[in-house]
């Protein structure tokens, strides 16, 4: 399965950006559909954003849309998550993983360590 690691969290200010990257291991990421998940203590996972295999599909959380992007690169063998007008309530520890073709919202791999994000306000 695809193994991933994620990067670029930090502390920002309300309304500041982050741009956060997901590097993957294997020969294969170019065929799995990816997506972004974040969860802070106490709350269930939240899906935040996913994209087709080919980057030519996305799907976002209501919560995000508009403010976040996501994109990949196959060469790199990675995707990223551009996150602007950052809001307190986006404060999460983010997480890649494959997810299945059928479900954006169901991940299918194996979990990174994740990456902290922490909005003040």
């Known amino acids: 399965q695809v193994q991933v690691v994620e990067s670029g969290g930090g502390l920002v200010q309300a309304g500041g950006s982050l741009r956060l990257s997901c590097a993957a291991s294997?020969?294969?990421?170019?065929?799995?559909?990816m997506g972004w998940f974040r969860q802070s203590p106490g709350k269930e996972r939240e899906s935040v954003a996913a994209i087709s295999a080919s980057g030519g599909s996305t799907s976002y959380a209501d919560s995000v849309r508009g403010r976040f992007t996501i994109s990949r690169d196959n060469a790199k063998n990675t995707v990223y998550l551009q996150m602007n007008n950052l809001k307190p309530e986006d404060t999460a520890v983010y997480y890649c993983?494959?997810?299945?073709?059928?479900?954006?919202?169901?991940?299918?791999?194996?979990w990174g360590p994740g990456t902290q994000v922490t909005v003040s306000s």
């Open positions: 294997g020969r294969t990421f170019s065929f799995y559909r």
């Open positions: 993983n494959a997810v299945s073709v059928s479900n954006w919202r169901t991940p299918i791999g194996s």
